[in-house]
């Protein structure tokens, strides 16, 4: 079982940028995808940014250009980083990591993010 641990997450003025990190503890083997997906009042989760274990990585439409997602997994020490840029108010929502293990998708608790006007 994977346990997922977020943080990063906080208030920021529209144009501004936050980074949001995602720790990966208890496997065993090599995690597959991982990403972020975020999820704003009244609206369905939507995915944001994933990564692969070998790199590939893919973004919303939405945030391309201006968030960038990173991650390290060396030595079975597995992280996820997202790097937020020229934030807007639309993009107000809790930021979920999630960690594609043997088959199962495992989530953190989640992060806020808001920005402001």
């Known amino acids: 079982q994977v346990h997922l641990v977020e943080s990063g997450g906080g208030l920021v003025q529209a144009g501004g940028s936050l980074r949001l990190s995602c720790a990966a503890s208890?496997?065993?083997?090599?995690?597959?995808?991982m990403g972020w997906y975020r999820q704003a009042p009244g609206q369905e989760r939507e995915s944001v940014a994933t990564?692969?274990?070998?790199?590939?990585?893919?973004?919303a439409n939405s945030v391309k250009g201006r968030f960038t997602i990173s991650r390290d997994n060396v030595n079975v020490r597995n992280t996820v980083d997202l790097q937020m840029n020229s934030l807007k108010p639309e993009d107000t929502a809790v930021y979920y990591c999630?960690?594609?293990?043997?088959?199962?998708?495992?989530w953190g608790q989640g992060t806020q993010v808001t920005v402001s006007s």
């Open positions: 990564i692969s274990r070998s790199g590939l990585i893919n973004y």
């Open positions: 999630y960690a594609i293990y043997l088959g199962y998708t495992y």
């Open positions: 208890g496997s065993r083997f090599s995690i597959n995808d």
